[in-house]
Nanobody
Framework: QVQLVESGGGLVQTGGSLRLSCAASGRTFSGYAMGWFRQAPGKEREFVATISWSGGNTYYAASVKGRFTISRDIAKNTVYLQMNSLKAEDTGVYYC??????????????WGQGTQVTVSS
């Protein structure tokens, strides 16, 4: 059984930082890119960042570029999202996913259950 489990969400003030983690288990994700998406109440799920299998390539949504950093530890089958200078509009449920190197959530095959991030102003 494939599992992606996110952790690290919480409540933080504007300007603060959080680091999200996503641990993969149940199978090897060799060759899979890993992505982070988020969904705010009443809004569609949106792309945040993705990282290639090797970790050599990353791509960010314009809204987070320069503030968020995605990384992965292949040996630990874990991907991270370091979020700095958080804004109220970053609030939402953050989802980890595995699939092709893409910013299209429809192309990803595996999803975690999500972790809530709330940024208070």
């Amino acid at each position: 059984q494939v599992q992606l489990v996110e952790s690290g969400g919480g409540l933080v003030q504007t300007g603060g930082s959080l680091r999200l983690s996503c641990a993969a288990s149940g199978r090897t994700f060799s060759g899979y890119a890993m992505g982070w998406f988020r969904q705010a109440p009443g809004k569609e799920r949106e792309f945040v960042a993705t990282i290639s299998w090797s970790g050599g390539n990353t791509y960010y949504a314009a809204s987070v570029k320069g503030r968020f950093t995605i990384s992965r530890d292949i040996a630990k089958n874990t991907v991270y999202l370091q979020m700095n200078s958080l804004k109220a509009e970053d609030t939402g449920v953050y989802y980890c996913s595995a699939g092709p190197y893409s910013d299209d959530y429809g192309e990803y095959e595996y999803w975690g259950q999500g972790t809530q991030v709330t940024v208070s102003s």
